[in-house]
């Protein structure tokens, strides 16, 4: 990973906010790498870019490997940029250790992007620090969403915590499978069914497409006893051959139509801006509590934690007594 | 789910606890409930238990869904229990809505140990809460701790974050991959790479299993230019064929030799609860915070926050002034 400097001056920031509007990769490279690295500046720049920001359709793209996410995601940012709209893809990879997490097939996959200005395209994964990875997915969308883009593809891989956070976030996330998934379906059914909006059976050339579909079906008409007011539309694609895509484009606009229509949309926008205030007091408060003084305690005590008999309850109560003193 | 009420008196704690470390099959699962409702008392409960902590050997499981984890779990789970080990299982399936999340199969599977007290199982599942899942199955597992458990299993779904973080907390993990997994093996890599310490190609009497162990000894291979000091084995086994569990079982008692020797087991403990006072922290400080006159201008920011044009930056700002006024 390129380490990215800190941009202290004011006017630096300025200039960099400036040129993200103007759409500039470079200038959004760079700001989604001071995401990265938390850099405090990268807050700056957030704070100063919101009103440009969440106005670009968000759509998640998960499922397990191999079921071909990417190959999808390419097949869509072209019928997007035929309809002359801007496209911002993150791949999210939490496990691995490599920023640009992409495997190398993916990487040549998007290569036909590499020209195009009307396309960016960021890895983000996270390695050794645990968690923030949906957070800053999804700052490096509200950046991508500045610079001009109208559609977000988030490209997540399978269905953990992560996952389920960056759906929180999409307006529409896609379930990706394929004919060989039928085993899986059954044990991944409660996840699938918490964040599917649309499913798509992928490589649907292959033996089993139609079992898979009414497997999905089945578990759909299941649920919808508990009367659900969007049901789930199940699309058969070839991604690399290219068909099936105009039809579940058709089926993610109607998805769009109908959380517009319900003012679902405008839901979901507050609810992510609520959740984001809470995380910034979260990580404020933190930041402020953990002075030099109370980590050297904290160190210092874990290593008599032994002896003293002292639970990691009774260490935190301690240490916020010696707030409240101080 | 059944909800608990949560014990005020203290002697109720007291008993409660009294009955948990006699290895009280019904005050463990009690305080686990307690654990999952995120009742206060629970904390003061794991507090009290705190000494008789941390002596367990905590065992990962993972992989894709139908790989045969509680298969497997069943099966290692059969050999600790001959050598007179008491086992605690904790199957954590995060995207699973039922509380009790494992499908219906492993419930059979598992149905064996009913009558033995030397094995507790629990599944944990987080519904609607993002985060804290790990949390949960960390703090559920000291509670099976302290009622007298020698091994701890954790069963997990997957290599994403939930499961990142479950790895951090165990001694040793198993990664289980099937032989059909071969395709899946190049996209995972880095993700399994990571968190393995020992490999499994479980239903290896299926065609590829040799095929899944070369690919995946020569990602190690790659891997140990590096200069890792633990190169994880690699273990064919057909767990409902009871085939290969005890070389499996001989590979985990190497990686508790080589932690041990090391003083790794140590340092992850002090790790684990470092981490854990942090977590402690965070909450008691975000608990604080959030008085319901904070609530409730948050509230109102959020209704004014389009005409106001202010960020979640901008907002947390605010919320964090008035603070220091007051």
Redesign the interface.
């Not at 990879?93 to 490599?98: A, K, M, N, V, Y």
């Not at 059954?186 to 069914?193: I, P, V």
């Not at 008999?309 to 935190?316: F, K, R, T």
């Given at each position: 990973m390129v380490k990215t400097k800190s941009p202290n001056a004011k006017d630096e920031l300025e200039q960099l906010a400036r040129r993200i509007k103007e759409g500039d990769r470079r200038a959004v490279g760079r700001a989604i790498s001071l995401i990265e690295d938390e850099v405090p500046a990268a807050?700056?720049l957030?704070?100063v870019l919101?009103?440009l920001m969440g106005k670009a359709y968000r759509i998640g793209i998960t499922g397990?490997?191999?079921a071909g996410k990417s190959t999808l995601t390419a097949a869509l940012t072209r019928s997007f940029r035929r309809q002359g709209k801007k496209v911002g893809i993150i791949a999210v990879?939490?496990?691995?250790?490599?920023t640009g997490?992409a495997?190398l097939?993916d990487r040549v996959r998007m290569a036909e992007f590499n020209t195009d200005p009307g396309v960016f395209i960021r890895s983000m994964?996270?390695?050794g620090s645990?968690?923030g990875?949906?957070r800053k997915a999804e700052e490096a969308a509200e950046i991508l969403a500045a610079a001009g883009a109208d559609i977000i593809i988030f490209e997540t891989?399978?269905?953990?915590?992560?996952?389920?956070?960056i759906a929180?976030t999409a307006d529409t996330t896609l379930v990706v499978l394929v004919p060989?998934s039928g085993?899986?379906i059954?044990?991944?059914?409660?996840?699938?069914?918490?964040i599917a909006d649309v499913f798509v059976v992928n490589k649907a050339d292959r033996e089993g497409a139609d079992r898979v579909q009414l497997d999905l079906a089945m578990m759909l008409q299941l649920r919808d006893g508990t009367k659900q007011d969007w049901t789930p539309p199940i699309v058969q694609t070839v991604a690399n051959q290219n068909k099936g895509i105009d039809a579940l484009l058709e089926k993610i606009e109607a998805h769009h139509q109908f959380l517009e229509q319900r003012g679902k949309l405008e839901q979901r926008r507050?609810r992510r801006?609520?959740r984001?205030?809470?995380e910034?007091?979260?990580q404020?408060?933190?930041e402020a509590?953990?002075t030099p003084e109370r980590e050297a305690a904290?160190a210092e005590a874990?290593q008599r934690?032994d002896e003293e008999?002292?639970?990691?309850?009774?260490?935190?109560q301690r240490?916020?007594e010696k707030k409240k003193k101080a």
């Open positions: 807050e700056t957030l704070d919101f009103p397990p490997p191999g990879d939490p496990t691995s250790p490599f997490g495997v097939g994964a996270s390695r645990m968690g990875l949906a891989v399978g269905v953990g915590q992560t996952e389920l956070e929180d060989e085993d899986s059954q044990a991944m059914k409660a996840g699938l069914m918490e507050r801006l609520q984001k205030t809470r910034i007091v979260a404020k408060l933190a509590f953990w904290l874990l934690i008999h002292v639970s990691p309850y009774g260490l935190a240490l916020l």
